[in-house]
């Protein structure tokens, strides 16, 4: 996927200039489809109180935020069904979980729950992937908009570099496709290896 990417042209957008680029182009997805691809393991976010309250170590009060989101996310994903179309996701995980991981599983869980579709893949399926490094971050959103988002050293997103050429636009879907297609659903995934968890060392 990396050699894609080098041979193609992107525009560097960050801050506003992509948020409101990904806003602006999100509703407009159609039928193809929200794709993602997540592959990093620590991120901030600072922005998310749930994410705060475990950056702080209160584990319990950080679940119940998500879940005080459940019914905002119902809305949403109600919205995104309204506006035909529909969201997947592909979450490659390394173990042991980092804490992190452990946090954003749970708010992955519940999205899936809401009509966020989610799979899970261990990191040793795509190693074939990775002989140059890690795979990128992305979403591509219908045919023509694909973003490889940007973070910096500390896992904070910058913004994305933009794609719209509809061949490596779909070439690139059809990669995340094929990946989401091996993965395991969330839902299995996370009875087996997240509920049983304790809290994340940073909160004990």
Not at 67 to 82: P, T, V
Request: glycine share 8%; aromatic share 12%; with cysteine.
């Amino acid at each position: 996927m990396r050699e894609l990417l080098r041979a193609a042209k992107g525009v560097r957008l960050l801050g506003d200039d992509y948020y409101n680029h990904f806003n602006e182009h999100f509703w407009k997805t159609g039928r193809s489809g929200f794709w993602k691809l997540e592959r990093l393991q620590h991120f901030e976010e600072p922005g998310d109180e749930s994410w705060v309250a475990f950056s702080e170590g209160d584990w319990d009060r950080s679940l119940a935020l998500l879940d005080e989101r459940r019914s905002a996310l119902r809305a949403h994903y109600a919205k995104i069904s309204n506006a035909q179309f529909e969201t997947w996701r592909i979450r490659i995980v390394e173990s042991p979980l980092t804490d992190y991981m452990q946090w954003e599983l749970h708010l992955l869980h519940l999205r899936d729950q809401l009509g966020g579709h989610t799979r899970i893949l261990p990191a040793h399926e795509i190693a074939q992937f990775e002989q140059e490094g890690l795979l990128p971050e992305l979403i591509t959103l219908g045919d023509d908009v694909m973003y490889e988002i940007l973070y910096d050293e500390n896992g904070l997103q910058e913004g994305g570099v933009l794609y719209v050429d509809t061949s490596l636009v779909t070439r690139c879907r059809e990669l995340i496709k094929s990946l989401y297609q091996k993965g395991e659903p969330i839902s299995t995934y996370f009875a087996r290896d997240v509920e049983p968890l304790g809290p994340p060392i940073r909160s004990r």
